[in-house]
């Protein structure tokens, strides 16, 4: 039942053209869909709806992920139109350049702010790798919406950037500090999740990749852009009342 009502959600979405962010002769920044794969991989062979083709066909030429978001996660998603350019920016990301910022809505009041330092390993690794983060609380609050044993319920909007980049860093990192991320089914608090489904309407994972910052390979300029949330996000921040605090960037925003 699940699955059926997340495909017709991203058959909706595939009906729709992908904002562009940016685009230069080298470069095309999208703000991704939730639910989407960005690529073909193994790990779901039955997939048939990627970004990049998606894109490819919207632009009318081949592109190449310059770096990859979780199918749950929206956002800033950059793409090549080289197999040259994209070496040449993924050797930015490699060397830590490249700033990205994800909101995401987290179970608890969390800490004002704080650093992660703490080795993680996906369901799809054998070793754990050092992986670090940082936060910062945009906005918390409190609802009378009972969950197990507690008849009220709290939560934190926040800001969080990703020093490594760790498969499913974010997502074991706030698990790992108990403020598991909202909507996440495979590392997240499933009593919160049907809630969340319940009270607001909401199946997909509560995590946006909200903005990036790299140097141009090419121009030497520095860009920035930003993407707006996903609908569904916004609508469940709205809801909670937690963006009553917190101004919202425009769309995009390039430097």
């Known amino acids: 039942m699940k699955s059926q009502y997340i495909m017709e959600q991203i058959e909706q979405e595939q009906k729709e053209i992908l904002e562009i962010l940016y685009q230069d002769e080298y470069y095309v920044v999208v703000n991704k869909p939730n639910g989407i794969l960005v690529h073909r991989t193994e790990l779901d062979t039955k997939a ?36 040259e350019a994209c070496a040449a920016l993924q050797e930015e990301f490699n ?13 608890g009041y969390a800490p004002e702010e704080g650093t992660i330092d703490e080795p993680i390993k996906s369901r799809y690794q054998k070793h754990t790798k050092d992986a670090v983060s940082t936060f910062k609380k945009l906005d918390q609050v409190e609802l009378p919406i009972p969950v197990g044993k507690f008849p009220c319920s709290r ?35 499933n009593k919160q999740n049907k809630m969340l489904e319940e009270q607001f309407q909401n199946k997909f994972l509560l995590l ?15 860009v920035t852009v930003s993407a707006a949330l996903s609908e569904n996000f916004h609508n469940v921040s709205k809801a909670m009342g937690l963006l009553e605090n917190v101004t919202l960037p425009i769309s995009s925003v390039l430097d």
Request: aromatic content about 12%; glycine content about 6%; hydrophobic content about 35%.
């Open 48 to 83: 048939e709806i990627f970004v990049m083709t998606i894109l490819r066909d919207q632009i009318g030429q081949y592109v190449y992920p310059v770096h990859r978001l979780d199918r749950p996660t929206s956002g800033v998603l950059i793409f090549a139109l080289s197999p």
């Open 95 to 107: 060397e830590k350049r490249v700033s990205k910022k994800y909101w995401t809505i987290v179970r």
């Open 155 to 189: 939560f934190s909007l926040m800001e969080t950037e990703p020093i490594t980049g760790r498969t499913h860093q974010l997502r074991l990192h706030f698990g790992k500090i108990r403020h598991y991320i909202l909507g996440d089914t495979r590392y997240g608090d």
């Open 208 to 222: 946006h990749c909200k903005k990036m910052s790299f140097i141009h390979p090419y121009t030497k300029e520095t």
